[in-house]
């Protein structure tokens, strides 16, 4: 007889298959049966046969698109970083070029060349040179003390105060005298004082251990402001702050003061500065508009790049970027 499972031949009342195990029904009668087993003698085998692991390609895929990912977003990045630094540069450039350099009287320093620097401004380096300039080391002949007989009256002349200053007008002749109401906590725009204005100059704009001469920088700005009601707009402030910063600049390791400022009505670009340096009474003639200084009451000419196109522009980018303009 077969076995009625796989078909395998096994003997008669034999109860289980030698092949596949199965049980026999007994005095079965003999059958045939086919299981497509017949043409081969290989053991039944039950189990799934084992598949290769076909993920394993995926973690190398994984890894290079990640690689690839983060490879895009740091150009992107890059390219973006790039295209708006050029258009801050732009626009901090076309900012400056619409601007009215142009100083009304009494404080009529002419600053239109600033307009030409802003081509130079790409390459500019907002760090001065080490301009070590100092008084002493030019030649100022000897002034004599003042004696109790020299000693100064009061101005002649109409008074009137200002903010600033104390002013006496006696016909085309002007005498500013400062009053000390400019200093530090002076607020002139967007609620940030002065002594924040030059903290900010002193540490990012001018290298380490050198910083503007503050009094001397308030004394000459005052001179130049007058009121803080004669300068409604902030382009107004900044223009004489050009040119007091690059004074306070140039002399920040000088002792001077300014005692009073004398101006003629018919020239108000030209600064007579009364002064008090190293001890020593002088008289500075500053020309704003044509960036010349004097020394010993116009005799002593004094040689100095503090007026350069590119000084003026740094100073006033140095005050745009403060005040947030």
């Known amino acids: 007889m077969n076995c009625p499972r796989c078909g395998y031949e096994v003997a008669d009342g034999q109860k289980f298959c030698n092949e596949c195990g199965a049980s026999l029904p007994e005095n079965a009668p003999e059958q045939v049966f086919d299981y497509g087993y017949a043409e081969s003698n290989e053991p039944y085998d039950s189990e799934e ?27 992107v990045a890059f390219v973006a970083f790039k295209r708006v630094a050029k258009n801050i540069q732009q626009s901090t450039q076309e900012h400056l070029k619409d601007m009215d350099l142009h100083i009304d009287v ?9 307009n030409k620097a802003v081509d130079e401004m790409k390459n500019l380096d907002l760090t001065p040179p080490d301009m070590d300039i100092n008084i002493g080391d030019t030649e100022v002949p000897e002034v004599p003390d003042i004696t109790a007989d020299d000693t100064k009256s009061e101005p002649q002349g109409d008074k009137t105060e200002y903010s600033y200053v104390d002013v006496y007008r006696n016909g085309n002749e002007v005498k500013v005298i400062p009053n000390g109401k400019l200093n ?10 002065l002594d924040g204005f030059l903290d900010y100059v002193d540490n990012t704009v001018l290298e380490k251990g050198r910083n503007i001469n503050r009094s001397f920088f308030y004394e000459i700005l005052a001179t130049m402001l007058v009121d803080k009601d ?6 107004d402030i900044e223009k004489n702050m050009i040119m007091a910063l690059a004074m306070g600049n140039n002399f920040y390791n000088t002792d001077v003061t300014v005692i009073d400022c004398d101006l003629d009505a018919n020239n108000a670009a030209e600064y007579r500065y009364n002064v ?26 004094y040689s100095s790049d503090m007026f350069k196109t590119d000084y003026l522009s740094m100073w006033m980018i ?7 303009k």
């Open 230 to 235: 004669m300068n409604p707009g902030f382009e």
């Open 276 to 301: 008090k340096a190293y001890g020593k009474d002088d008289t500075w003639l500053v020309n704003y508009q044509n960036r010349t200084i004097y020394f010993n009451n116009g005799k002593t000419e």
């Open 106 to 114: 009494p404080q009529d320093v002419d600053l239109d060349e600033l």
């Open 49 to 75: 046969p084992v598949r290769p692991n076909s993920r394993k390609w995926l973690i190398p895929l994984i890894i290079g698109i990640s690689l690839f990912v983060t490879i895009i977003i740091v150009v």
């Open 318 to 324: 140095a005050t745009e970027e403060y005040y947030n």
């Open 184 to 193: 530090g906590s002076t607020v002139l725009a967007n609620g940030k004082d």
